[in-house]
């Protein structure tokens, strides 16, 4: 895809010797140009930028360069490691609310697109990688909201989605979001974790109860990236 360069002053540098490994999705709550003007104002007392922002129509804009680090994540945890902009790439996504607005088609074939050639420049962007703002940094944030087509995704091969079997979780269901990537229950209850977990996985029913469908989800995802692990 060709985006369209419209440079940010806010970015870093990466990390020496460390992967870009994690694909982190938002969506602006604010139509494209309140979005555009606050990624790339260097005045606000609270900088902030994305790699990208994709408008409705599908039209792309490139803020910060991939090797650069941009201001999208905040205060995040996911596999066992916080704060995630060192590592990751930001997409932010024209919606205005993600529990409301459906995303158009339109806009989702470019965000595959645009999917798809991030993780071959970045081989380590494995599929449990591919999360929403929402997966790791839960309570505080739930972009990209309810409606965001995460199904379509994985059915494209990016991210991952339940394959619909009905096996059952060991143990202890924190214990199991953590071995997932979610984080620990240390700033919020578990209960808001479920609930980050059921957003991405289940939308249809966000309460944040462990009931028997959530642990068979997870069940399902666990065995996913244990086949998915390499040998
Ligand atoms: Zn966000």
Same mark, same amino acid.
């Given at each position: 895809?060709?985006?369209?360069d ?45 790699h990208?922002?994709?408008?409705l ?60 050639e ?14 929403g ?38 143990? #202890?269901?924190? /214990? =199991?979001?953590? $071995?997932?990537?979610? *984080?620990?229950? !240390?700033?919020?209850?578990?209960? #808001?974790?479920? /609930? =980050?977990?059921? $957003?991405?996985?289940? *939308?249809?029913? !966000?309460?944040?109860?462990?009931? #028997? ?19």
């Amino acid at each position: 895809m060709q985006p369209i360069d419209l440079p940010s002053p806010n970015h870093a540098a990466r990390p020496a010797d460390t992967p870009i490994d994690i694909l982190v999705l938002h969506y602006t709550e604010l139509p494209l140009a309140e979005s555009l003007a606050i990624l790339r104002d260097d005045a606000r007392p609270q900088r902030v930028s994305a790699h990208y922002v994709l408008d409705l129509d599908g039209a792309l804009y490139r803020l910060v360069p991939e090797e650069r680090v941009a201001w999208h994540a905040g205060r995040s945890h996911w596999r066992g490691r916080d704060g995630l902009n060192a590592t990751s790439i930001g997409i932010e996504i024209v919606n205005l609310h993600g529990d409301l607005h459906d995303y158009p088609s339109r806009q989702i074939a470019a965000l595959i697109e645009l999917c798809h050639e991030i993780v071959a420049r970045h081989p380590a962007i494995v599929p449990r990688n591919v999360v929403g703002h929402s997966d790791i940094a839960p309570k505080r944030k739930i972009d990209p909201g309810r409606r965001f087509p995460w199904a379509t995704l994985a059915r494209s091969g990016i991210g991952l989605w339940p394959r619909g079997t009905c096996l059952k979780l060991e143990g #202890d269901m924190q /214990a =199991a979001l953590r $071995r997932f990537g979610y *984080p620990p229950a !240390v700033d919020v209850a578990t209960s #808001d974790i479920v /609930a =980050a977990f059921q $957003r991405r996985f289940r *939308p249809s029913l !966000v309460g944040g109860i462990a009931d #028997d469908e959530t642990r068979m989800l997870l069940a399902d995802l666990l065995d996913q990236v244990d086949a998915l692990r390499p040998a």
